[in-house]
């Protein structure tokens, strides 16, 4: 009888999975993928972005490391 139960549950998942895979591949059919040309032009951007807010907290916390060494040297 449990062996009975699993089974039929187990063929319950195998069906809600077997539907949620069919439904995310017609989706992934509707959606616009960029071209190749937009997406190294948006990868460049966002790397180019990624670099300089680096590097301005980078500067920011060199400047308030100094002023905090400065205020606990005295």
């Known amino acids: 009888m449990a062996v009975q139960e699993m ?8 069906v809600k999975l077997t539907k949620f895979l069919r439904e995310v591949k017609s989706e ?8 190749k040309k937009e997406l190294t032009a948006n990868t460049i951007v966002v790397l180019v972005s ?3 807010a680096a590097a301005l907290i980078w500067i920011i916390d060199g400047f308030f ?3 905090l060494r400065a205020i606990l040297a005295r």
């Open 65 to 67: 490391a100094k002023i």
């Open 28 to 35: 992934l059919k509707k959606i616009s993928w960029p071209s």
């Open 7 to 14: 089974t039929v549950q187990s063929r319950g998942r195998l």
């Open 50 to 52: 990624v670099f300089f």
